[in-house]
């Protein structure tokens, strides 16, 4: 971990890249036209664009494709745990001993880029030499100029939930802007799959792709249906069980479902995917820790989840969830900045016996404990603060029965996975 750390210190102390947020692509572009332009090398590139729903989407295609015998790159952000979860590269991730290998390449280009264009390019470079079958590409903040958006004949572009994130970075602070940022850009040339909209982003979504030449599937391709007690994905064709005890949500299975159109659209077997289902697990999205070190912290009678929602539409899909448990639970709750703490926490009314708020550990975009306790008092929660996650996991647990939910940051989500 401590590496991993180190590693991004690195990235972000050298002078030729900058922590900011820049989006223009010239730079980007520079910089591979000098490297031979490595990203025409890119077999079947996928770019995953949206605002919540991205990495469950890319996880549960890149386990698809690989029950299909087929290699896959995929490239995320952010990482959870540890910088080297960005860079799967088939069999592996990247190592440190790579990726510091790849920076120095990309320094001697002497051009200047932000750290998410010199993590895309540590990509894209060993990607290019890896030649994998298919490439997943997670876009970051918007699309139009982002890093990610390089490829003039991708195989196809898949987009999950947009909302109102991401305002901070646009001058028109608008949901009709944030659309036309991430679906206004797409290619001419490929096959496009909308996931499941609010009407209006909907309607929004088939404006802009009006005279768009690709070949697009719109969310009422498939269906997420429930027969019993049991999910199903159901299209015109084909209907599977969605056989999983590791994904737990109404958004989250919506993913799923869009993986499953994409893969069954690549020719990839009904039986494989079905098979596949049970083994995909989305870390830090509405995930249990089941074992390791945090466990031996509480008693039996009590579970421990983690949530990296940040938005209102992540906020509402947690919430949704927690509702259908029946039996008390308390909440541990961090956000970083260039968030909307109000609006968010308004989401789970009626649901937490008490929230905790604590700052993010070694986070400098952390929203203060004081401020989000001020927040949650607000909105009429029991609440009280906390220095550390530590100290709140002490106050909390107790042989009463019940879920301990720690929400409202991936950073602070990764931080408890590295404790455990």
């Known amino acids: 971990m401590s590496q991993s750390i180190n590693l991004y210190n690195q990235l972000a102390k050298n002078k030729l890249f900058s922590k900011s947020i820049n989006f223009d692509l010239k730079r980007i572009k520079l910089v591979l036209k000098k490297l031979n332009h490595p990203e025409k090398k890119l077999k079947n590139v996928i ?8 990495y469950s989407l890319l996880t549960s295609l890149r386990y698809f494709i690989e029950a299909n015998h087929q290699k896959t790159s995929a490239y995320i952000s952010p990482s959870l ?39 895309t390019v540590i990509f894209i470079l060993n990607a290019a030499r890896r030649n994998n079958d298919y490439n997943l590409i997670e876009a970051g903040a918007l699309f139009a100029k982002d890093s990610t958006n390089l490829f003039n004949f991708p195989k196809l572009q898949a987009v999950v ?20 940022q991430k679906v206004g850009f797409l290619s001419n040339f490929t096959n ?23 070949l697009i599937k719109y969310p009422n391709s498939w269906k997420l249906i429930k027969l019993g007690n049991n999910f199903f994905y159901k299209d015109n064709k084909t209907k599977i069980k969605l056989n999983t005890k590791y994904i737990h949500s109404k958004g989250l299975l ?18 494989i995917i079905a098979k596949t289902i049970p083994k995909i697990k989305f870390e830090a999205r509405i995930d249990y820790i089941m074992k390791g070190r945090l466990t031996k912290k509480i008693y039996r009678n009590e579970k421990l989840l983690i949530d990296g929602c940040h938005s209102e539409t992540s906020a509402r899909n947690l919430a949704n969830y927690l509702k259908t448990l029946k039996i008390p639970i308390y909440g541990i709750w961090a956000m970083t900045k ?24 070694n986070e400098s975009g952390s929203l203060s404990n004081k401020l989000l306790l001020k927040i949650a008092k607000k909105n009429n929660y029991n609440s009280e603060t906390c220095k550390s996650f530590e100290e709140a996991l002490r106050n909390i647990t107790s042989k009463e029965r019940k879920i301990i939910c720690v929400f409202g940051s991936l950073y602070l989500c990764g931080n408890i996975l590295n404790k455990n």
């Open 47 to 54: 770019n995953i664009i949206g605002s919540d729903g991205k």
């Open 81 to 119: 745990k540890d910088i080297r979860e960005r860079f799967w590269m088939g069999n592996n991730f990247l190592s440190y001993k790579e990726i510091k290998k790849t920076v120095k390449i990309i320094q001697k280009q002497k051009i200047n880029l932000t750290i998410f264009e010199a993590l």
């Open 161 to 180: 939930n947009i909302n109102k994130q991401h305002l901070n970075f646009l001058k028109k602070k608008t949901l009709n802007e944030v659309i036309y």
């Open 192 to 214: 496009i799959y909308i996931g499941k909209q609010k009407p209006l982003v909907l309607k929004r979504i088939k404006q802009l792709l009006k005279k768009n030449g690709s």
């Open 254 to 271: 919506e993913n799923l479902c869009q993986a499953i159109k994409i893969a069954l659209d690549l020719k990839i077997h009904k039986k």
């Open 338 to 361: 260039n968030k909307d703490p109000d609006r968010f926490i308004k989401q789970f009314k009626g649901i937490f016996t008490k929230i905790v708020t604590i700052p993010i550990e």
